[in-house]
T-cell receptor
């Protein structure tokens, strides 16, 4: 079956530091790739997405590039803020849509002033 | 406002007492799903539904039931809850027919404690 590997964390960074959260997946076929974010006490919300190889998704200063050859979708941000403290989930989802969905374990990010 | 709602948001119950967590979406989505979130285990899918009267098991279906009699509702039923079902539960919906992106929209979560 499909699987997603991402670091669990917690990842603790100082404000304005560079962030990378790795995500690799194993899957048959050609999924769309998503990063979701969960702020404290809230549900998950979409952060960014990419639907084909070499696409770059971006939002709120975060970026991730769909790397088909390495089956990876690493999340990056050049300068994190305290407000970025959250849990981040990676997920490959197929365009057919009618399938089981596997999320990564979630990476907790804590940004300190 | 487009949203997924869940009720109740918090529930404390005792072992063996049947309960239902409701989920409703107002976006006319075909796909709906239930997840549980546990420390160290991340988000795991319990059941999903591709449309009315069509459901299938996710990764952790044991101890749960679902039904999809209407497109907008997807209740999660625990016939005989046990302490290992203490968790944070999320409902989500999406519309695969709307395009290739399949963004899932999540409810606010239900924190369940089984004593």
């Amino acid at each position: 079956g499909n699987s997603v590997t991402q670091m669990e964390g917690p990842v603790t960074l100082s404000e304005e530091a560079f962030l990378t959260i790795n995500c690799t997946y194993t899957a048959t076929g050609y999924p769309s790739l998503f990063w979701y974010v969960q702020y404290p006490g809230e549900g998950l919300q979409l952060l960014l997405k990419a639907t084909k190889a070499d696409d770059k998704g971006s939002n709120k200063g975060f970026e991730a590039t769909y790397r088909k050859e390495t089956t990876s979708f690493h999340l990056e941000k050049g300068s994190v803020q305290v407000s970025d403290s959250a849990v981040y989930f990676c997920a490959p989802i197929y365009s057919g849509g009618y399938q089981k969905v596997t999320f990564g374990i979630g990476t907790k990010l804590q940004v300190i002033p | 406002e487009a949203q997924v709602t869940q009720n109740p948001r918090y529930l404390i119950t005792v072992t063996g007492k049947k309960l239902t967590v409701t989920c409703s979406q107002n976006m006319n989505h075909e796909y709906m799903s239930w997840y549980r979130q546990d420390p160290g285990l991340g988000l795991r899918q319990i059941y999903y539904s591709m449309n009315v009267e069509v459901t299938d098991k996710g990764d952790v279906p044991e101890g749960y039931k679902v039904s999809r009699k209407e497109k907008r509702n997807f209740p999660l039923i625990l016939e005989s809850p046990s302490p290992n079902q203490t968790s944070l539960y999320f409902c989500a919906s999406s519309s695969p027919l709307a395009g290739v992106y399949n963004e899932q929209f999540f409810g606010p979560g239900t924190r369940l404690t089984v004593l």
